[in-house]
Structure formats: C-alpha cells, structure tokens
C-alpha cells in the first residue's frame, strides 16, 4: 500500500492545458469512476485498489493518464465535470497495484 495525496481534474482545457482534445494518455476517452492519471512510474493499464477515507474504499480504478513529474506523489481522479473536479480538492488516501 502507497499513501498518496488524491486530487482530481476533468477534460476540460483548464485541467488539461490549451492542447486538450478529450483523450487520455493512453488514447482512451477518459471515464469518471474507472479513470485516473497517475505517476509515470506506473505503467497506463495498470489497475489500482484505491482508498480515499469518506470517500471510498478499495475502489478499482485503471491508470489511463499520466500527471506532470511534480505530482508523483498523487492520483489525479477523473470527474466529468469542472465543478465536481474542483470540489473534490486534496484528499489524503492510498492506494494499492492489483494488475499490470
């Protein structure tokens, strides 16, 4: 088990820069509840048991995106929309590899 920080972002140009075109790092359309960037450490594909306390627990999401190098230390969640992505905030939670 990995504690991290969880934040959370959706596919809009605020989130994803000026060059956002709807699509994940792996090519795949990102889908809120499955989705979630993560560390270039961890291969895309990769499915992980996460853990947010009053969020969640043991929930499995797939690492399809990929977050800049400073935040190594988070998985980013994909929500469908900017507001619910902005309320989301910084949760403390862990998280644990399942499948490569």
Known sequence: MTNIITSSYCACVLC????????????RKPVEGI?????????????????VPG??????FRVDD???????????IYMNDHKKALQWGLKKGSFTIIKK
């Open 55 to 60: 969020s969640f627990t043991n929930r499995i």
């Open 35 to 51: 989705t979630v960037a993560a560390s270039r450490k961890i291969p895309l594909g990769t499915k992980i048991k996460l853990t």
């Open 66 to 76: 990929r977050l800049a190098k400073r935040y190594d230390d988070r998985v980013d």
């Open 16 to 27: 994803c820069g000026p060059d956002a075109i709807g699509l994940t790092a792996s090519g």
